[in-house]
């Protein structure tokens, strides 16, 4: 069986494989004695979230609700025409229907009251479920099963927070008719995100068994739908704009006409685009870590702890060289808006070992991750040294929206970098690996990097990509651009025993395009690989778009309905990172240089 993963023989599988040896459940039932505060609080937010979304619905809808509930509206069961319209467009729409009607105000909305509504829905079922699973965290757990519950308590939390953003965007205004223009792609994201967020949460305890797994699937049931009604009921309210049947984004944003625009996506502030282009020596930083002791900590975990949270100032940790050996280091939810800058590559070193031979999670092996919004990370060596045998080990884990890795190494085996969610920008890094090396759900740009396929370990095949879109609704797919994808020279002296291929469907409308890029002999013919039998075959979308190099060929390429070679330049422009990732004006605040449309 390819790559030592049990989970591939099921289309839909995690990523994940079960260890050997692995512990079973402890299932008992003991209660520590009192909560932590931590956990109380915990609680109290969730049930803030709660409140708030259903006092922001009866203020909403306050006037529209006079009568027709009196009358018997809210115990009539029967949808009306705007209920069973909108949910019409769902993936679910039985459920749908079933959750608007329960819903205060949704008999008397309308169509775009009922996108609002939507969201309200799903956000306070989120906020339960939140709540009704912290309700067992006392219980005795394995260090496997441990992770995936909280895994999905941190998942729940980010959603929560996700939710709540988009709530506040759709709600209707005197001012606005529905969500303002900038906001649209914004909405798209987070609920793509939360949709994503779910699918993690659910595959971390796909290899164990026991009490607490069926507790999380009872307190967790029908959330990825409700996600994905809510996606699909705004995506189609909103002005969409696709090519074929695959939606790209649902509102496109237009680049400023400016030549300063023409050189930058349109993210960052000027101060910051100057940051990311000036010597380490003049940067002014906030906090500097050194593993010698002349810094402000020795530890980046020190750092991160120091820097605020929900800050809308940009917080500079300067890195100096060294190699820093700190165990799962995170920029939580909270650390919003802090920069990494090292000494270069391989001269500033995060590193970790951890690994799924560890009993954890695949999302808990990350030596680095990063969820805050505003994450960028400069001249920075991100490592996971598990090595090939011990399979899933991730270097890199980004959740953080408007994220940017610029002049960056990333280095593992399989699954090197987990481009987890939201939008992430990608500029000039060195990735290395082996099965499944780039792999997520986040929508995604690489521009100008050098992707590196390593040796992998005896019947493996190396795949460089594992994009998994859940849901045709979701705006996100990885974006290569520009890149050179490249062989190490292990590899190089035996690539004839180990093929290596552009990606493979980790879900069922996996989506990946490959632009302008230089591919190396070591790229198989057939160019792509299958995860299991026909599974994705026709949904998935893969491009490729005037690539040059030994391994470009498409005269070999797989026959599958999903696989296209992009002919139209207005087609592979909708994966650049003006079209695909800039949507507001985030990017050209980092300071990286980049090439917003296919080239300048």
Known sequence: MEYGRLGSTVPNSSKSEPIPSQHKEATSMTQKGTRSRKQKLL????????????????????????ASDKTGGMYHRKPTQSISRTCSKTRYPTLCVNSLLDFPGALTANDQDLVHISVNVTLQRFGKALYVSSDISNINMDTHVRSAYEDCLELLQDSVDQLTRSLSLV?????LNGPSAGSTQDVMTWLSAALTNQDTCREGFEDVNGYVKDQMEEKLMDLSE???NCLAIFAAASDGDEFGDIPIQNRRRRLMGSPEYSEFPTWLTRKERALLAM????IQADIVVSSSGNGTFKTIAEAIKKAPENSDRRTIIYVKAGKYEEENLKVGRKKRNLMFIGDGKGRTVITGGKSVFNHVTTFRTASFAATGAGFIARDITFENSAGPSKHQAV????GADHAVVYHCSITGYQDTLYVHSQRQFYRECDIYGTVDFIFGNAAVVFQNCNLYARKPMGGQKNTITAQNRKDPNQNTGISIHACKIQATPELEASKGSFPTYLGRPWKLYSRTVYLLSNMGDHISPRGWLEWNGKFALDTLYYGEYMNSGPGAAVGQRVN????????????????????????SSWLPATGVAFLAGLSN
């Open 43 to 66: 609680l109290a937010l969730a049930l803030t979230f709660i409140v708030a979304s259903a006092v922001s619905v009866a203020l909403i809808l306050g006037l529209r609700t006079k």
């Open 395 to 398: 270097a890199l884990r980004v």
């Open 279 to 282: 010597p380490v020596s003049s």
């Open 171 to 175: 709600a209707p205004s005197p001012e």
């Open 226 to 228: 409700l996600a994905s």
């Open 560 to 583: 599958w309905k999903g696989y296209r070679v992009i002919t139209s330049s207005v087609e592979a422009s909708k994966f650049s990172v003006g079209q695909f990732i800039s949507g």
